[in-house]
Structures are given as structure tokens and as C-alpha cells.
Nanobody
Framework: VQLAESGGGVVQPGGSLKLTCTGSGSAFRFMVVGWYRQAPGKQREFVGD???????MYGDAMKGRATITRDSDKDMVWLQMSNLRPEDTAVYYCNVEYKGQSYWGQGTQVTVSS
């Protein structure tokens, strides 16, 4: 399983950004895909995840400001973020658990700054 995040960048406070996680491997479309973030000097934090049927769960950090969707035919999962704040600045990662192993992408940097 390989994961690749994209779509990060610099955005002003109050702005929006959409991140993409592209997965490889035939089983990706059947996996729960999670989004996490890690700010400098802080622990990695759960943003949310999406299951096979599109069921989502969100962590407290971005609840109400994050929406996760997926297109299983394209092996893609998106994290749409809105009303971004400076404290949302972090490296964002997608993650899957498969056969007892945890897989992570390389991350994409999101910077919220005026």
C-alpha cells in the first residue's frame, strides 16, 4: 500500500483548502482512510476518517470545518477544510491500517497565515 498526499499550500485565515490522498493497491478502496496532522513540536492529531461506505468520523480539532469524501473508483480520498485558522498549520497525512501494519504518506504542508 502506498499513499500520497497533495494539495497543501499557504492560505489566509478564514480560507479553504482541499487535500487529496491517492492510494495504490487493489485493497485501498476497501480500507478505512484516516487524515491526521502534526504541527511543529506537537503530537500527531486525528482529523477524521472515512469508511468503505462513506461513513465519516471527525476529531475535535476540526469538527464542523472538515469534510472527508472518497471516490473508490479513483482510489482517492479528499479532505476539504474551511474557515482555516493559524493553529491549523501542520503537515497533513493520510493513513490506512492493513494486515496489522500502518501506512502513511509523506504528508503535505498546510500553512495558514496572513
Amino acid at each position: 500500500v502506498q499513499l500520497a498526499e497533495s494539495g497543501g499550500g499557504v492560505v489566509q485565515p478564514g480560507g479553504s483548502l482541499k487535500l487529496t490522498c491517492t492510494g495504490s493497491g487493489s485493497a485501498f478502496r476497501f480500507m478505512v482512510v484516516g487524515w491526521y496532522r502534526q504541527a511543529p513540536g506537537k503530537q500527531r492529531e486525528f482529523v477524521g476518517d472515512i469508511g468503505l461506505g462513506g461513513t465519516t468520523m471527525y476529531g475535535d480539532a476540526m469538527k464542523g470545518r472538515a469534510t472527508i469524501t472518497r471516490d473508490s473508483d479513483k482510489d482517492m480520498v479528499w479532505l476539504q477544510m474551511s474557515n482555516l485558522r493559524p493553529e491549523d498549520t501542520a503537515v497533513y497525512y493520510c493513513n490506512v491500517e492493513y494486515k496489522g501494519q500502518s501506512y502513511w504518506g509523506q504528508g503535505t504542508q498546510v500553512t495558514v497565515s496572513s
